[in-house]
């Protein structure tokens, strides 16, 4: 219950009474609600909820985890989060990795455009050429995309907003791993990105969760102008958590 309480903690630390319609007090020594106030707004016992946050081993109903989830005004993906850590959700199997030859074709059938195949920890288990190029040595060594946007000194220039991707990224990862506690896949990957990267050891502990999603990114392919692309993420029909991504220009910013 360690992580329960750690999470709840980041979240409690992050709004302010003000937030909530609660009058301010003062000076405070610590950031965000008090203990008390955030048990207050949930309807539960201050001391119950401090038990709680410490880690203790107790077991919050659905009732509790909805209120608490209300209070602290958790988005979708931080409340799933939170449900998963308290145990309502079963831990979900981590999915064999390997894929059929059908399934490994498919980005190559996708090129020009980039594409590839990840894993449920961000390994890259297929990708095309023009993959390849746009992200120069992701795929030199145990290609893991989080990997290389922590660990390879290229990312940086390639990724044009590098910071809020790679906090992204790892708010992503953080979610996954939360789906699998304790898999050696995740706590290998985690304690490496911890060894390598001062930015994982600084954000890690914020806490932060999101989802796979599309969107838009600015990159710096090697050798050209800044271009934003425009990225779709498809989960393989009985591997929800492989998803393939594709990658499609739409504007070439002059440089």
Not at 101 to 110: G, H
Request: net charge neutral; with cysteine; proline share 7%.
């Amino acid at each position: 219950m360690q992580e329960l309480g750690l999470f709840l903690r980041s979240r409690r630390e992050r709004i302010t009474p003000a937030d909530v319609g609660l009058p301010g007090t003062g000076r405070r020594r610590t950031p965000g609600l008090r203990r008390e106030e955030l048990a207050l707004l949930a309807g539960i016992s201050a001391t119950w909820y401090t038990y709680l946050e410490q880690g203790r081993d107790i077991r919050p109903s659905e009732q509790v985890l909805t209120a608490l989830a209300e209070a602290l005004r958790l988005d979708g993906a931080e409340r799933d989060h939170l449900f998963r850590l308290a145990g309502q959700t079963p831990a979900g199997e981590v999915a064999d990795e390997r894929l059929t030859a059908e399934e490994a074709a498919v980005p190559l059938m996708l090129q020009p455009n980039p594409a590839y195949i990840i894993g449920n920890s961000y390994d890259v288990l297929s990708y095309n050429q023009a993959a390849d190029d746009l992200f120069p040595n992701l795929t030199a060594q145990r290609p893991n995309f989080v990997r290389w946007v922590f660990t390879e000194p290229v990312a940086r220039r390639v990724v044009v907003d590098w910071e809020s991707e790679a906090r992204g990224l790892l708010a992503r990862l953080r979610t996954l791993a939360g789906r699998h506690p304790d898999h050696p896949r995740f706590t290998a990957l985690i304690d490496e990105l911890h060894a390598a990267s001062a930015e994982v050891r600084a954000w890690w502990p914020r806490y932060d969760v999101q989802v796979r999603q599309s969107g838009r990114k600015r990159l710096r392919p090697p050798g050209c102008r800044i271009t934003e692309f425009a990225y779709t993420a498809f989960h393989l029909a009985e591997r929800p958590e492989q998803t393939l991504v594709v990658y499609s220009e739409v504007t070439s910013y002059k440089s």
